[in-house]
Nanobody
Framework: QGHLVESGGGLVQSGGSLRPSCTAP????????VGWIRQAPGKEREGISC????????YYADSVRGRFTISRDNAKNTVYLQMNILKPEDTAVYYC??????????????????WGQGTPVTVSS
């Protein structure tokens, strides 16, 4: 069973930007919808964005819509999350996950076959 690898998190000031990326060293992502899910300290996981296999559909949670953009480059086997205008409440561990089903929400299809280990994002005020 494959796994995903996230990178690109870090520490940024409020109003700044980051672009985490997600890749799959052992398999190809183009057969999967890919979502980003975050978990803040003491809070439940939140599905924030999902992109379909061919990138013809994207979904965003209200909390990030207009500030975050999900994209994918299947030739590079990579999915990105461009995060702009970051706020302290965006502080969380960010995970990517791959779903074989057609996405219908920021949680993709609420079923994932593969997960990454997460990359931490800290936004200072």
């Amino acid at each position: 069973q494959g796994h995903l690898v996230e990178s690109g998190g870090g520490l940024v000031q409020s109003g700044g930007s980051l672009r985490p990326s997600c890749t799959a060293p052992g398999f190809t992502l183009d057969s999967y919808a890919v979502g980003w899910i975050r978990q803040a300290p003491g809070k439940e996981r939140e599905g924030i964005s999902c992109v379909s296999k061919s990138a013809d559909a994207t979904y965003y949670a209200d909390s990030v819509r207009g500030r975050f953009t999900i994209s994918r480059d299947n030739a590079k086997n990579t999915v990105y999350l461009q995060m702009n205008i970051l706020k302290p409440e965006d502080t969380a561990v960010y995970y990517c996950a791959a779903s074989p089903w057609v996405p219908t929400s920021p949680w993709c299809a609420e079923y994932f076959e593969h997960w990454g280990q997460g990359t931490p994002v800290t936004v200072s005020s």
